[in-house]
């Protein structure tokens, strides 16, 4: 399939604000430009606060409808590297409302400042203590879900290889799941669709500088988990993107943990994009994502 439409006329606006390529700045760079697009959202939502979680800063969502007892524990993308409580607002928001579930996102430390480990340390942290402080959270302890985009769909995939506490779902969205760079879409998709491969050893290298982590370390690579650690975890819905570099180490994860017994939904956006499932004002795609996701949560939950 083309591109989208609507997706096309996204980059060609993204294109005009000359911006150079992240690989080509610092973190500190990409920040500041990630930070001046940010705009408040637009999206209701009947409560949220801000929550200290054994010292993990977190933003916790009520929606106006509840549909279940659930919550679900959300981690921001940027490669490790970028995003924050700010940018995974609009997000956490509208699925909080569609799936009519609490959402509590989650700020962990980036890197390179704090690289591997320390933000999935900090994943972890905020998990167990949403389950500790389900009460004040107003929702049943033992009704979790963990998810995440891109890299925080990373973070997401290694707690639920975990098992840390007990989980319903897991949300992977575009998932970063090899380090190793080697799947096909990487090369496929190299240039052109926002998320370069350039850009994604631009984040990898920041992750991993602190030299305790590893590509082939499933607590980096998901994806290389034996078939044990996989078979335990709970079930996922998978959402990748044709146009996306990563495309493939969804669509492998996916069919691993098929493979492995877990009950998996895979879906791939035809004509889409890494980072899609953020627009939901302006791509039609990423509001059908959202539905998707909503539904999977609800069913999970309740």
Do not use: K
Not at 64 to 89: I, K
Not at 119 to 128: I, S
Not at 202 to 230: C, I, K, N, Q, R
Request: some cysteine; glycine content about 8%.
């Amino acid at each position: 399939m083309t591109l989208n439409q609507q997706t096309a006329e996204l980059l060609e606006l993204l294109d005009s604000f000359g911006m150079p390529p992240i690989e080509e700045t610092t973190p500190q760079e990409a920040r500041d430009a990630r930070a001046a697009m940010l705009r408040p959202s637009s999206e209701p939502i009947a409560d949220t606060r801000d929550v200290d979680a054994d010292g993990v800063p977190c933003r916790w969502y009520r929606p106006e409808r509840t549909r279940n007892a659930g919550l679900l524990v959300w981690l921001h993308g940027g490669g490790w590297v970028l995003g924050d409580l700010d940018s995974a607002d609009d997000a956490c928001r509208a699925m909080a409302n569609r799936a009519g579930c609490c959402v509590l996102s989650v700020e962990y430390r980036l890197a390179p400042e704090h690289p591997f480990p320390a933000g999935l340390d900090d994943a972890r942290t905020a998990v167990c203590w949403a389950v500790a402080h389900a009460a004040e959270l107003g929702v049943e302890p033992g009704v979790l879900a963990i998810g995440g985009d891109s890299a925080g769909a990373n973070l997401a995939a290694v707690i639920a290889n975990e098992r840390v506490v007990p989980l319903r779902l897991q949300v992977l969205v575009y998932p970063a799941t090899d380090a190793r760079m080697e799947q096909p879409s990487i090369s496929a998709n190299a240039d052109g669709y926002f998320l370069t491969a350039a850009g994604i050893r631009w984040f990898y290298d920041h992750y991993l500088s602190g030299g305790e982590g590893t590509p082939d370390d499933p607590a980096v690579s998901p994806l290389l988990a034996t078939d044990d650690v996989l078979a335990g975890g709970p079930p996922a819905i998978v959402i990748t993107a044709e146009y996306d570099p990563l495309r493939d180490d969804g669509v492998a994860y996916a069919a691993r943990l098929a493979a492995a017994g877990v009950r998996v939904s895979h879906v791939d956006f035809a004509g889409q994009i890494h980072a899609f499932f953020s627009v939901f004002d302006i791509l039609d795609d990423a509001r059908s994502a959202h539905a998707l996701v909503g539904e999977a949560l609800h069913t999970a939950l309740r």
